[in-house]
């Protein structure tokens, strides 16, 4: 048996939750662990005896992500598109292992070993699934508390101009909840993301998100004058949100912001699935004067018609497309077709998840405008952004 290690990862924000599947000789899924549930959003009695392929995107769905056959013994890290309980497509971390009984579990609160054949090894599962359904319940109280009081230790990452300097202060809205507990790490849409989705509360994140932006924008207006782009993403629930561009035009007629300064970003694999809601949503934004992006564009066939037809105004090019660009020759394809489509569309690009400076040239021989990632600046607190940095004219923020 060989064991599938599925880390839900978006490079330069932070590991995500971890969970291990192990699959049998013929391919089906033999045992999952509580942390599947967080991770892909099933059960583990949705998918046992069911075959992996069910779980993967097929090359339809997203060209770069490999057959299964091809990474089944390689035992290094690949980025694989899964097919989520929600519906939607996700892109996760996957090594794939031989499976070893007393190897540890990834669970989130300490490393335990699998349990040795008997009762005991009947018992230790059910006692592990009451455990993580008790911190999922702790876990969406300490969501709903979160949203309600307000306060969001928000973060935001640069992104830097490639061709015009003068472009001004560039970056984008990073959502985050205070730790569980006091002293653990603030948490990121990989920790609490599932959660929100699955329970219909990310309307009222993306809008508290919105909110508390923009009165952080109005309290400094050195920083509000000098934006070129602010970016903030936008949920499944949102794009479904008849009323969330009211919501943005009252909280931008009370701040008195320049609505050409802000751009909602729209993921590319929920507008496969909406694409009338977000023509909608793209419409009316910019009849508020706003902007708008498709995120994640790349890692399905279907996104490059909609990077094309959209009435977005930028193209944010998925991380899986810049994690292989200096070693996959298609990748760096895809990527240039995808700068064409912006070209020819009169769209702006964004290139996300630049790590190194191998990756910047590359992109920048493409013609890309603007880059993103730790290589620019790794994501800092939002309130720190308190006065412009003595000099934008890189148009980021250092």
């Given at each position: 048996?060989?064991?599938l ?53 097929s ?27 929600g519906?939607?497509f ?14 540890p ?42 949203l309600?009081?307000?306060?969001l ?29 006091q002293?653990?790490r ?7 993301l ?10 009222r ?22 934006l070129?782009?602010?970016g ?13 561009p009211?919501?943005i035009?009252?909280?931008?007629e ?7 300064s ?8 929920h507008?496969?699935n909406?694409?009338?809601?977000c ?5 009316m ?12 564009a ?12 959209l ?8 991380p899986e ?21 912006a ?11 630049i ?11 493409l ?12 994501p800092?607190p ?6 412009v940095?003595?000099s ?7």
């Open positions: 048996m060989n064991e290690v599925i880390c839900r990862h978006r490079p330069g924000a932070g590991e995500g939750v971890t969970t291990v599947l192990t699959i049998d000789q013929d391919g089906n899924i033999a045992k999952t662990d509580p942390n599947l549930s967080l991770v892909l959003g099933y059960a583990g009695s949705d998918i046992k005896g069911h075959s992996l392929k069910l779980l993967i995107a090359a339809e769905d997203n060209p770069l992500c490999p057959d299964y056959a091809s990474y089944h013994d390689s035992g290094r890290p690949l980025t694989v598109t899964f097919r989520h309980s519906g939607q996700m892109a996760a971390r996957v090594v794939v292992r031989k499976a070893t009984r007393n190897r579990s990834p669970l989130a609160n300490g490393e335990a070993p699998f349990p040795a054949p008997g009762r005991a090894a009947r018992s230790r599962p059910r006692a592990a699934e009451r455990e993580d359904i008790a911190r999922t319940k702790a876990l969406l109280a300490h969501i709903r508390n979160s309600a009081r307000g306060g230790p928000l973060e935001f990452q640069a992104i830097q101009a490639m061709k015009h300097p003068d472009q001004g202060l560039c970056l984008e809205v990073l959502a985050r909840l205070r730790g569980l507990d002293g653990d603030d948490m990121t849409p990989e920790d609490f599932p959660l929100i989705e699955r329970f219909e509360l990310s309307r994140l993306d809008r508290q998100v919105i909110k508390q932006t923009l009165c952080h924008l109005y309290r400094h207006p050195e920083v509000a004058t000098s070129g782009y602010c903030f993403n936008l949920s499944r629930g949102s794009l479904q949100d008849d009323a969330l009211a919501f035009g009252q909280a931008l009370k701040t008195g912001l320049d609505p050409a802000l751009c909602f970003e729209i993921p590319a694999r507008a496969v909406l694409t009338a809601e023509r909608q949503l793209c419409r934004l910019r009849q508020l004067g706003c902007k708008t992006a498709l995120d994640g790349g890692t399905s066939m279907e996104s490059y018609r909609l990077a094309g037809r009435p977005v105004d930028y193209i944010k090019l998925a497309l810049m994690e292989g660009l200096h070693d996959e020759p298609t990748h760096l394809v895809m990527a240039e077709a995808l700068q064409r489509i070209n020819t569309t009169g769209k702006v690009t964004i290139a996300t998840s790590e190194n400076d191998i990756a910047r040239q590359r992109v920048q021989l013609g890309v405008d603007f880059i993103q990632g730790r290589h620019v600046s790794a800092r939002l309130d720190e952004l308190t006065s940095p003595g934008h004219s890189t148009g980021a923020i250092a």
